[in-house]
């Protein structure tokens, strides 16, 4: 067997033993043996997903995508990523990324017509970036009492309510309309320690009413929001 740590991890993936996979990719990326790293960043998350561990294979593809940005595999991996964390329009998105340079991809092709056909109003609703990756087990169900720590702007930036500021935690009961639609809907799908940014469009957020004289009337906000505890 070569001591070639990708070729051991490429072993170790067809094996099933994604953890050793994921050890061998990271040598080899530590290493550098290669100009090009996106392959192992791509590997890596291929192995991370085969575990679940979905926020660090999607940090992985991200890294592939960075590394080469021309390369449609990097994409491709990235939007398996989100379709299996159910962001489906985001993985349709990165699927026509991908299409621009390989535009006659089938398999492309394909997974952006199966993301498509899953997108759903949450979707059409709601954005969510992650800024630093939770730890991809604890999720808020509904009824649970939530900790977070946020940062509410508008679309120019401007900051209309920080948690941070008022030097206290925000604390709610999620699911229960305690807090705006895509508040509810958004937080459920972070797990605990997850940092992410919120983007939620007026009809889940305050509508054509808008609030407090400080939102406007069909505003898109952005939220900055670090999932605390869930308990």
């Known amino acids: 067997m070569s001591e070639d ?25 530590d290493a550098k043996v290669e100009d090009n790293l996106a392959p192992l960043y791509s590997n890596r998350s291929a192995s991370y997903l085969k575990l679940d561990r979905k926020e660090e294979a999607l940090a992985d593809a991200e890294k592939a995508v960075e590394a080469d940005p021309k390369w449609p595999k990097g994409f491709y991996r990235k939007a398996l990523t989100l379709q299996a964390m159910e962001k489906y329009k985001q993985a349709a998105q990165v699927c026509e990324q991908a299409l621009k340079f390989d535009k006659n991809n089938d398999t492309i092709r394909r997974l952006k017509l ?47 309510d920080c948690s941070r500021k008022k030097g206290e935690e925000f604390e709610f009961p999620i699911g229960l309309r305690h807090v705006i639609r895509g508040w509810d809907e958004g937080v459920m799908k972070m ?19 808008g609030a407090g004289g400080v939102i406007p009337p069909g505003a898109t906000l952005k939220f900055d929001v670090e999932l605390l505890s869930c308990d």
């Open 191 to 209: 797990s605990v320690g997850q940092r992410a940014f919120l983007t939620i469009k007026a009809p889940w957020a305050y509508g054509d009413r």
């Open 114 to 160: 199966d993301c498509l056909d899953n997108v759903t109003e949450f979707d059409e609703y709601v954005t969510i970036e992650t800024i630093t990756p939770g730890d991809g087990k604890t999720f808020p169900t509904k009824g649970k009492n939530i900790r977070v720590h946020y940062t509410g702007t508008l679309e120019d930036g401007k900051v209309f």
């Open 5 to 29: 740590p990708k070729a051991l991890g490429n072993d170790a993936f067809r094996s099933g033993e994604y953890e050793k996979a994921i050890e061998h990719y990271t040598k080899a990326i």
